[in-house]
Structure formats: structure tokens, C-alpha cells
């Protein structure tokens, strides 16, 4: 994976831009968020006009949309979970086009976009336990939406970090600045081995 650039911004300084792999990085998370988000969407409205409906990603026993799609997890906040991406990732996506052209945003704006992110990767991590242990079934789109939230986590994670919006040690942000790629892959591959040994009878039969 590319190393995304970055406008370094000086040690407490008020405002900063990101680099053109930051920027992109954003709107192909946002863009790939929303898109699993939209197609969600439309299967649980089908979901809710015909109970017999199938999703197209209802593959076999374990990718199982319409499995998830049913679960008392798919409206954590009494409202279909895809609503929520399709709010936030459009926002990601913002964000993201804002950059190319130029933007700057302050230290109060990347600390809060920051916590959102962190909102995000926390909410999806309840949602792959969920999925993997209590609904016993993978949804791709979902899958889709979690690599997104993750790649997106990290990767703003560690321009808050560089940028000296977040405290932390010099090494840290060293390592950031060389190695950003390193964590989420960690991140991916770890959920990826999760959902390999959950089912690795299927996988192997």
C-alpha cells in the first residue's frame, strides 16, 4: 500500500491540509462506505416489502446477507444501520474532495472528524463480533464498510498524530510517517483471521 503524503503542519499550529494519498485515501473510503451503505438500503427495504426476499450476496449458510440484514444488530439505534453510513460516509467523502481542492481545516476540526473515525472503527468492531459469534453468518457489503472504517481510522489517526494534534512520543510519530501502511494492514489481517478460523471447517470442506 502507497504511503499517503501529508502537509506537515508545525508543532502546535492551528490549521492543516493532507497530502493528495490522504485526500484520496478519504474519498475511496467514503465512496466505497457509501456505496455498500446504499445497497444495504435498498435490500432491507426489499427485506421489509417481501420477507421471502434474498439478497444478491446471500451466497451460502455463511455469507448471508439477509441473515444480518434480519438481526436485531442491524438497527443498533432503532434504525437501519446502513442509514447511519449513509450519513457518515457521504461526510468522508466530503471531506475528502475538500482536501484536493485545497482545504485547510483547524486542529478542533481534525480532533472531532478523529473521534468520529474512532466512533466508526468501534462501532464496526461491535458489529464483526456480533456477526462472527452471534449471528453466525458475513455480510460482503458489511465487510466492505469495515476494511473502509478501518483504512480510515488509521490512516487519520496518524495524520492527527504527525500534525501534533494528538500528543505522542517522537518515535511514534516517526513510525507513523514511514510506516502508516503497517497498522491497518495488522488491523485487516487480524479480522481476516477471525473470520478464516470462525468458519474453517466451511472454508476447508
Not at 501529508?6 to 491540509?17: C, D, K, L, Q
Not at 483504512?151 to 510519530?173: G, I, M, S
Not at 478464516?196 to 466451511?202: C, P, V
Request: with cysteine.
Amino acid at each position: 500500500m502507497a504511503r499517503t503524503g501529508v502537509r506537515h503542519a508545525r508543532p502546535g499550529a492551528r490549521a492543516a491540509g493532507a497530502g493528495r494519498g490522504l485526500a484520496v485515501l478519504l474519498v475511496l473510503t467514503g465512496a466505497a462506505g457509501l456505496v455498500a451503505s446504499w445497497v444495504i438500503t435498498l435490500d432491507k427495504f426489499k427485506l421489509l416489502e417481501d420477507p421471502d426476499f434474498t439478497p444478491g450476496c446471500s451466497l451460502n449458510p455463511v455469507v448471508s446477507c439477509g441473515s444480518v440484514m434480519t438481526s436485531d444488530q442491524a438497527e443498533a439505534f432503532g434504525f437501519p444501520n446502513p442509514m447511519l453510513g449513509l450519513v457518515t460516509y457521504a461526510v468522508v467523502l466530503g471531506v475528502g474532495v475538500s482536501l484536493l481542492a485545497g482545504a485547510v481545516f483547524p486542529r478542533w476540526y481534525w480532533l472531532t472528524f478523529d473521534a468520529g473515525c474512532l466512533f466508526g472503527v468501534g462501532f464496526v468492531s461491535w458489529l464483526q463480533f456480533e456477526s462472527l459469534y452471534r449471528i453466525n453468518a458475513l455480510c460482503l457489503w458489511c465487510c466492505l464498510a469495515w476494511a473502509a472504517t478501518i483504512l480510515l481510522f488509521w490512516y487519520v489517526t496518524a495524520h492527527t498524530v504527525r500534525n501534533a494534534y494528538l500528543p505522542a512520543p517522537r518515535w511514534l510519530k516517526a513510525f507513523l510517517a514511514e510506516f502508516t501502511w503497517v497498522v491497518p494492514v495488522v488491523h485487516l489481517g487480524v479480522v481476516g483471521m477471525l473470520i478464516l478460523t470462525r468458519w474453517w471447517d466451511f472454508w476447508t470442506s
